[in-house]
Protein backbone atom coordinates (compact mmCIF):
# COMPACT_ATOMS: atom_id res chain seq x y z
CA UNK A 1 0.00 0.00 0.00
CA UNK A 2 2.74 2.79 0.87
CA UNK A 3 4.37 1.71 -2.54
CA UNK A 4 1.22 2.85 -4.80
CA UNK A 5 0.62 5.43 -2.04
CA UNK A 6 4.01 7.05 -3.06
CA UNK A 7 2.84 7.52 -6.60
CA UNK A 8 5.03 3.87 -7.85
CA UNK A 9 3.03 1.61 -10.05
CA UNK A 10 3.86 -2.54 -9.15
CA UNK A 11 2.39 -5.54 -10.59
CA UNK A 12 -0.32 -6.97 -9.44
CA UNK A 13 0.28 -7.97 -5.44
CA UNK A 14 0.71 -4.43 -5.61
CA UNK A 15 -1.71 -2.59 -7.70
CA UNK A 16 -4.66 -5.61 -6.75
CA UNK A 17 -3.39 -5.79 -3.17
CA UNK A 18 -4.09 -1.68 -2.80
CA UNK A 19 -6.98 -2.13 -4.70
CA UNK A 20 -8.60 -4.60 -2.73
CA UNK A 21 -7.94 -2.44 0.36
CA UNK A 22 -9.16 0.97 -1.13
CA UNK A 23 -12.46 -1.40 -2.21
CA UNK A 24 -12.97 -2.95 1.53
CA UNK A 25 -12.25 0.33 3.01
CA UNK A 26 -15.10 1.91 1.27
CA UNK A 27 -17.92 -1.24 2.50
CA UNK A 28 -17.19 -3.57 -0.56
CA UNK A 29 -17.41 -7.30 -0.20
CA UNK A 30 -14.04 -7.87 -1.68
CA UNK A 31 -12.85 -11.15 -2.28
CA UNK A 32 -9.11 -12.51 -2.94
CA UNK A 33 -8.54 -15.63 -5.64
CA UNK A 34 -5.42 -17.57 -6.65
CA UNK A 35 -4.74 -16.92 -10.37
CA UNK A 36 -2.20 -17.30 -12.83
CA UNK A 37 -1.44 -15.55 -16.07
CA UNK A 38 -0.60 -17.51 -18.92
CA UNK A 39 -1.53 -19.15 -22.58
CA UNK A 40 -2.17 -22.23 -22.07
CA UNK A 41 -5.62 -24.05 -20.49
CA UNK A 42 -4.19 -25.27 -17.56
CA UNK A 43 -4.89 -24.50 -13.42
CA UNK A 44 -4.15 -21.28 -11.49
CA UNK A 45 -0.34 -21.10 -10.92
CA UNK A 46 -0.24 -18.77 -8.27
CA UNK A 47 1.89 -16.12 -9.88
CA UNK A 48 -1.38 -13.08 -10.16
CA UNK A 49 -3.87 -11.97 -7.40
CA UNK A 50 -7.57 -12.10 -8.84
CA UNK A 51 -9.91 -9.83 -6.83
CA UNK A 52 -13.87 -10.26 -6.95
CA UNK A 53 -16.31 -7.47 -5.91
CA UNK A 54 -20.29 -8.10 -4.70
CA UNK A 55 -22.45 -5.69 -6.18
CA UNK A 56 -26.16 -5.72 -6.68
CA UNK A 57 -26.42 -9.22 -6.03
CA UNK A 58 -23.72 -10.06 -8.72
CA UNK A 59 -19.80 -11.10 -8.47
CA UNK A 60 -17.70 -8.55 -10.78
CA UNK A 61 -14.05 -9.26 -11.81
CA UNK A 62 -12.09 -6.11 -11.17
CA UNK A 63 -8.11 -6.30 -12.05
CA UNK A 64 -5.85 -3.38 -12.47
CA UNK A 65 -2.73 -5.52 -12.38
CA UNK A 66 -3.40 -6.57 -16.10
CA UNK A 67 -3.27 -5.16 -19.69
CA UNK A 68 -6.80 -5.68 -20.46
CA UNK A 69 -10.08 -4.51 -19.28
CA UNK A 70 -12.39 -5.15 -16.45
CA UNK A 71 -14.79 -7.96 -16.90
CA UNK A 72 -17.96 -9.36 -15.77
CA UNK A 73 -17.66 -12.45 -13.85
CA UNK A 74 -21.21 -13.35 -13.86
CA UNK A 75 -20.78 -13.37 -18.06
CA UNK A 76 -22.07 -17.34 -19.21
CA UNK A 77 -20.44 -17.13 -22.99
CA UNK A 78 -18.06 -14.44 -24.52
CA UNK A 79 -18.58 -11.28 -24.48
CA UNK A 80 -16.43 -9.30 -27.00
CA UNK A 81 -16.17 -5.97 -25.98
CA UNK A 82 -14.04 -4.49 -28.60
CA UNK A 83 -10.46 -4.96 -29.95
CA UNK A 84 -8.60 -6.01 -26.93
CA UNK A 85 -11.77 -6.92 -24.82
CA UNK A 86 -11.65 -9.43 -22.32
CA UNK A 87 -14.44 -11.95 -21.66
CA UNK A 88 -14.49 -15.43 -19.42
CA UNK A 89 -14.85 -18.37 -21.35
CA UNK A 90 -17.95 -20.67 -20.61
CA UNK A 91 -17.06 -23.61 -18.17
CA UNK A 92 -14.75 -24.36 -15.64
CA UNK A 93 -11.27 -25.17 -16.18
CA UNK A 94 -8.78 -26.93 -13.92
CA UNK A 95 -10.81 -28.17 -10.86
CA UNK A 96 -13.26 -25.29 -11.09
CA UNK A 97 -11.07 -22.22 -12.00
CA UNK A 98 -12.72 -19.32 -14.67
CA UNK A 99 -10.40 -18.55 -17.17
CA UNK A 100 -10.20 -14.92 -18.51
CA UNK A 101 -9.15 -14.83 -22.44
CA UNK A 102 -8.38 -11.46 -24.48
CA UNK A 103 -9.19 -11.19 -27.76
CA UNK A 104 -5.84 -10.80 -30.03
CA UNK A 105 -4.91 -7.75 -29.65
CA UNK A 106 -3.21 -6.05 -28.84
CA UNK A 107 -0.22 -7.88 -29.59
CA UNK A 108 2.11 -8.66 -27.05
CA UNK A 109 0.04 -8.68 -24.00
CA UNK A 110 -0.86 -11.44 -21.91
CA UNK A 111 -3.45 -13.51 -23.56
CA UNK A 112 -5.46 -15.15 -20.34
CA UNK A 113 -5.60 -15.71 -16.87
CA UNK A 114 -6.74 -18.06 -14.75
CA UNK A 115 -8.58 -17.58 -11.49
CA UNK A 116 -9.55 -20.47 -8.82
CA UNK A 117 -13.13 -19.29 -6.93
CA UNK A 118 -11.53 -20.68 -3.49
CA UNK A 119 -11.21 -17.20 -1.35
CA UNK A 120 -7.74 -16.99 0.12
CA UNK A 121 -5.93 -14.36 2.47
CA UNK A 122 -3.30 -12.14 1.21
CA UNK A 123 -0.50 -13.94 3.07
CA UNK A 124 -1.18 -16.78 0.44
CA UNK A 125 1.10 -15.04 -1.85
CA UNK A 126 3.72 -14.16 0.43
CA UNK A 127 5.95 -16.73 -1.12
CA UNK A 128 5.51 -16.21 -4.87
CA UNK A 129 5.58 -12.33 -4.07
CA UNK A 130 9.25 -12.64 -2.59
CA UNK A 131 10.32 -14.75 -5.45
CA UNK A 132 9.30 -12.55 -7.72
CA UNK A 133 10.42 -8.95 -6.29
CA UNK A 134 14.01 -11.28 -5.30
CA UNK A 135 14.90 -14.01 -7.88
CA UNK A 136 17.33 -13.91 -10.49
CA UNK A 137 15.36 -15.52 -12.78
CA UNK A 138 11.98 -13.45 -12.23
CA UNK A 139 11.70 -11.36 -15.07
CA UNK A 140 10.27 -8.38 -12.87
CA UNK A 141 14.08 -8.97 -11.27
CA UNK A 142 16.20 -9.38 -14.96
CA UNK A 143 13.98 -6.49 -16.72
CA UNK A 144 12.76 -3.17 -16.10
CA UNK A 145 9.33 -3.13 -17.33
CA UNK A 146 6.79 -0.26 -17.07
CA UNK A 147 3.24 -0.84 -18.67
CA UNK A 148 -0.20 1.67 -19.45
CA UNK A 149 -3.33 0.94 -21.05
CA UNK A 150 -5.77 3.54 -22.08
CA UNK A 151 -9.00 3.44 -23.78
CA UNK A 152 -6.94 3.34 -27.38
CA UNK A 153 -3.90 0.77 -26.46
CA UNK A 154 -0.77 0.18 -24.62
CA UNK A 155 2.49 1.27 -23.85
CA UNK A 156 5.30 -0.76 -22.76
CA UNK A 157 8.50 -0.02 -21.85
CA UNK A 158 10.75 -3.16 -21.32
CA UNK A 159 14.45 -1.60 -20.70
CA UNK A 160 15.20 0.82 -23.29
CA UNK A 161 12.92 -0.41 -25.83
CA UNK A 162 9.75 1.64 -25.79
CA UNK A 163 6.64 0.32 -27.80
CA UNK A 164 2.83 1.27 -28.37
CA UNK A 165 0.59 -0.92 -29.34
CA UNK A 166 -2.83 -0.02 -30.74
CA UNK A 167 -5.50 -0.67 -33.60
CA UNK A 168 -3.01 0.66 -36.32
CA UNK A 169 0.07 -1.53 -35.33
CA UNK A 170 2.81 -1.39 -33.01
CA UNK A 171 5.70 1.47 -33.10
CA UNK A 172 8.58 0.66 -31.29
CA UNK A 173 11.61 2.82 -30.71
CA UNK A 174 14.84 2.22 -28.76
CA UNK A 175 15.87 4.93 -26.09
CA UNK A 176 19.33 5.98 -26.15
CA UNK A 177 19.73 8.52 -23.44
CA UNK A 178 18.71 8.79 -19.91
CA UNK A 179 17.40 12.16 -19.94
CA UNK A 180 15.29 10.57 -22.66
CA UNK A 181 14.23 7.28 -20.62
CA UNK A 182 13.42 9.18 -17.30
CA UNK A 183 11.30 11.63 -19.60
CA UNK A 184 9.24 8.66 -20.82
CA UNK A 185 8.62 7.27 -17.24
CA UNK A 186 7.04 10.54 -15.98
CA UNK A 187 5.63 11.57 -19.64
CA UNK A 188 4.36 8.14 -20.37
CA UNK A 189 3.77 6.13 -17.35
CA UNK A 190 3.55 8.85 -14.98
CA UNK A 191 6.03 7.88 -13.20
CA UNK A 192 8.67 10.99 -11.82
CA UNK A 193 11.26 10.27 -9.88
CA UNK A 194 11.79 13.60 -8.35
CA UNK A 195 12.79 11.81 -4.92
CA UNK A 196 15.41 9.40 -6.41
CA UNK A 197 18.88 11.33 -5.80
CA UNK A 198 21.65 11.93 -8.98
CA UNK A 199 24.02 9.22 -8.02
CA UNK A 200 20.86 7.03 -7.95
CA UNK A 201 18.91 7.97 -11.02
CA UNK A 202 22.61 7.41 -12.82
CA UNK A 203 23.26 3.98 -11.26
CA UNK A 204 19.56 2.63 -12.59
CA UNK A 205 20.09 4.33 -15.96
CA UNK A 206 23.51 2.82 -16.29
CA UNK A 207 22.05 -0.58 -14.96
CA UNK A 208 19.11 -0.65 -17.76
CA UNK A 209 21.50 0.51 -20.50
CA UNK A 210 23.85 -1.98 -19.90
CA UNK A 211 21.53 -4.76 -19.98
CA UNK A 212 19.70 -3.25 -23.02
CA UNK A 213 23.67 -3.82 -24.91
CA UNK A 214 24.17 -7.12 -23.59
CA UNK A 215 20.69 -8.15 -25.12
CA UNK A 216 21.40 -6.34 -27.99
CA UNK A 217 24.35 -8.18 -28.53
CA UNK A 218 23.41 -11.82 -27.51
CA UNK A 219 20.78 -11.24 -30.41
CA UNK A 220 23.48 -9.89 -32.92
CA UNK A 221 25.25 -13.52 -32.23
CA UNK A 222 22.73 -15.57 -32.38
CA UNK A 223 21.79 -14.11 -35.83
CA UNK A 224 25.33 -14.76 -36.87
CA UNK A 225 25.54 -18.39 -35.93
Same mark, same amino acid.
Given at each position: ????????? !???????? &???????????????????????????? !??? %?? *??????????????? %?? $??? &???????????????????? !??? $????????????????????????????????????????????????????? /? %????? !???? *???????????? $????????????????????????????????????? /??????? /???????????? *?
Amino acid at each position: MARILRGRG !GYCFHLNG &AFGALLTALGYDVTLHRAGVQGEVEGPG !GDH %LA *LTVGLDGERWLVDTG %LA $GEN &ARATAAARRHLHPGAVYLRD !GPV $GGGARRLAVHPWPRGAFTAMVFAPEPVELSTFAAEHHRLSTSPESGFVRVLQA /Q %LRDAK !GVDM *LRGCVLRRIDAE $GTYERTIDSADDWYDVLADVFHLNLTDVDAPARAALW /QRVHTAH /QEWEAAGQRATT *L
